[in-house]
């Protein structure tokens, strides 16, 4: 009973804020709103995508860039962030969409939909991944726990258990767990189970359609007026790194961006979100202006430029208990009322 109350009441409170405008985004004309997408994709390679909390449909994603650019000022976040800082407050306020990990699927699938709107997004790349075409680690763990779980359950459950984990019934659910998981471990270790995992399941389970976007998709994009910053170079997690491999991460990562796409790079994203004082100090002493954690919610005026907290948005947070995507849901996301995750 309690399952089906609670969607119940939270539907019905997100209507009723929204109706009696508390949630609406005109309400907060004084914040810096940040949305961070990962994957945008067609319905076919969604399927096969293993981690379903970082990817919308191409579909969804319409629906939010439809919604963003009818109820917000969107800009790119360095163009956003500059403009609020130097007190511009525009009836609807500014909205700045990003995209974190450099996927291909955001060239192919995002660009053309945020310019059927009219609206510019800010895409993080990490640049030794899109120099090699690389697969991040959590993707390389995630397809091929994925593709374990389907076809060798056993081998799955020793992979589990070197993490203190056993195989829950949902291979989606199994798979959020064993990457979260991993990211508690020391480099070498991930690296290793990484390694052992994909080992198990026949090498590199990466789909042939996946891949990362190349400099020349980069370039083009920049040309188009969007932004293009910097998420590291191979995504590790900065806080577990020595001084020197942090600032190949965060130093040399702006070099060659801004050597290869010609132009300057302002914004700096943590892989992960995850910073600490001698990583936001690296960010600084490279010359970054401003950094995104995955800290949630909109900005206040005078919030730290190094620490930008912004909303994750997906499909299923965004619907109602019946599966329709709804505005007073995603504005009650977007809003302070909502209670912090
Ligand atoms: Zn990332």
Same mark, same amino acid.
């Given at each position: 009973m309690l399952k089906l109350l609670r969607p119940t009441v939270r539907d019905l409170t997100g209507d009723l804020l929204y109706k009696v405008g508390l949630?609406? !985004?005109?309400?907060? !004309?004084?914040r810096l709103n940040v949305v961070t997408f990962h994957r945008v994709l067609p319905p076919a390679q969604l399927r096969e995508y293993p981690l379903a909390a970082i990817a919308v449909s191409v579909e969804e994603f319409t629906w939010f860039v439809e919604y963003f650019a009818a109820h917000f000022t969107v800009d790119t976040f360095a163009n956003a962030a500059r403009r609020w800082e130097a007190g511009e407050r525009p009836a609807r306020p500014f909205l700045a969409i990003t995209f974190d990990d450099g996927q291909r699927d955001n060239a192919l699938h995002a660009v053309p939909v945020l310019e059927r709107f009219g609206v510019p997004g800010s895409f993080f790349v990490p640049v030794q991944a899109v120099q090699e075409n690389d697969t991040l680690w959590h993707d390389r763990l995630g397809y091929a726990a994925a593709r374990l779980l389907q076809s060798d359950r056993d081998a799955a459950s020793r992979v589990l258990a070197q993490l203190g984990a056993s195989t829950s019934g949902d291979v989606a659910a199994t798979v959020q767990a064993i990457v979260e998981r991993a990211k508690r471990l020391a480099p070498a270790q991930r690296d290793a189970l990484v390694a052992s995992t994909e080992r198990a399941a026949g090498?590199?389970?990466? !789909?042939?359609?996946d891949g990362m976007m190349n400099w020349d998709q980069l370039r083009e994009i920049v040309a188009r007026g969007h932004e293009v910053g910097s998420h590291s170079m191979t995504h590790q997690l900065l806080p577990q790194l020595d001084d020197e491999a942090l600032r190949y991460e965060i130093a040399e990562s702006r070099r060659v961006l801004e050597a290869n796409l010609g132009c300057k790079v302002e914004t700096f994203c943590y892989p992960n979100g995850d910073a600490d004082e001698r990583v936001l100090q690296a960010v600084k002493d490279a010359g970054y202006v401003r950094a995104l954690s995955t800290r949630w919610g909109p900005n206040e005026p005078g919030a730290s430029r190094y620490d930008v907290s912004r909303c994750d948005i997906q499909g299923a947070t965004s619907r109602t208990r019946n599966g329709v995507l709804s505005e007073s849901r995603l504005a009650f996301r977007l809003s302070p009322l909502q209670p912090r995750p």
């Open positions: 949630t609406r !985004p005109d309400r907060g !004309p004084h090498g590199n389970a990466r !789909p042939a359609w």
